[in-house]
């Protein structure tokens, strides 16, 4: 099964963005939540079959992610290690200040 990685005070905390307004950091979580499921989709998307990508749209269009998350988990074993690399990438680029929703704050 998956380690869940949260975004929250820790995480903002952990990138020197504490000190934001409660609005503030909600745009930030969002944005990084947004930015690290588009980046993950499109590196695990890379490896799929069209059969594969068809198959994990028909099994997203529903409201319950535990599916989508087994059939995750099931076709995509390095899964995992992609969300950590493609977070630890966004890490690297809000603490030095180069992805562009920051500079907007």
Request: some cysteine; proline content about 3%.
């Given at each position: 099964?998956?380690?869940?990685?949260?975004?929250?005070?820790?995480?903002?905390?952990?990138?020197?963005?504490?000190?934001?307004?409660?609005?503030?950091?909600?745009?930030?979580?969002e944005d990084v939540r947004t930015t690290l499921e588009a980046r993950v989709g499109v590196k695990c998307g890379q490896g799929l079959s069209v059969e594969?990508?068809?198959?994990?749209?028909?099994i997203t269009s529903g409201d319950d992610p535990k599916p989508a998350m087994d059939w995750i988990e099931a076709n995509?074993?390095?899964?995992?290690?992609?969300?950590?690399?493609?977070?630890?990438t966004m890490l690297d680029q809000i603490k030095n200040n180069t992805l562009s929703y920051i500079k907007q704050l």
């Amino acid at each position: 099964m998956f380690q869940k990685v949260t975004l929250g005070d820790e995480f903002l905390a952990d990138i020197g963005l504490s000190d934001l307004s409660d609005a503030e950091k909600e745009q930030v979580l969002e944005d990084v939540r947004t930015t690290l499921e588009a980046r993950v989709g499109v590196k695990c998307g890379q490896g799929l079959s069209v059969e594969q990508a068809n198959q994990f749209n028909d099994i997203t269009s529903g409201d319950d992610p535990k599916p989508a998350m087994d059939w995750i988990e099931a076709n995509i074993p390095n899964y995992q290690d992609v969300v950590l690399q493609e977070l630890e990438t966004m890490l690297d680029q809000i603490k030095n200040n180069t992805l562009s929703y920051i500079k907007q704050l």
